[in-house]
């Protein structure tokens, strides 16, 4: 008489441990991954916050310096009163001097030939200085 003879061989899949495993290990990387992503997320409206407000004040700036070209070019002794009378409540404005080392100080208005201005952003203030660079009407014009 014949035996039946079995032939098991062994199977080529995961055994449930290792599946158990992965997926303890990918629940864990992605509690991380969500919590990083998330705290990402919340963050991510301060850098279009502050592109929007350093964009704001850069045209601030413009206008500033485009009136004052104006007017330098139309009245070169009285310019930098026009700006600072116009601007005032805009930006910070503020009469400087230089030394002979180049260190500035504050100066009487309307003493200096040199107006600092400041405008404020949220990420980045914004400053330039204007110089009274015209002396009478024969001077080249300032271009801007």
Do not use: C
């Not at 963050?43 to 310096?65: C, F, M, P, R, Y």
């Not at 116009?86 to 001097?97: L, N, P, V, W």
């Not at 030939?113 to 110089?131: I, M, Q």
């Amino acid at each position: 008489m014949k035996r039946l003879q079995l032939n098991y061989t062994a199977s080529r899949g995961f055994t449930l441990i290792e599946v158990i495993a992965t997926l303890i290990v990918a629940g864990i990387l992605s509690a991380f991954f969500i919590h990083f992503m998330g705290t990402a997320l919340n963050n991510s409206w301060k850098s279009v916050e502050l592109v929007a407000g350093e964009a704001e004040a850069q045209g601030k700036l413009d206008e500033i310096i485009a009136y004052y070209t104006s007017k330098i070019n139309n009245n070169p002794d009285t310019a930098l009163a026009a700006v600072f009378s116009q601007f005032s409540g805009d930006a910070t404005m503020q009469y400087i001097e230089f030394d002979s080392a180049g260190n500035e100080s504050p100066a009487a208005s309307g003493t200096s030939n040199n107006l600092k201005v400041t405008v404020a952003s949220p990420g980045n203030n914004l400053t330039t200085l204007l110089t009274k660079s015209r002396k009478d009407a024969g001077d080249p014009k300032v271009n801007y």
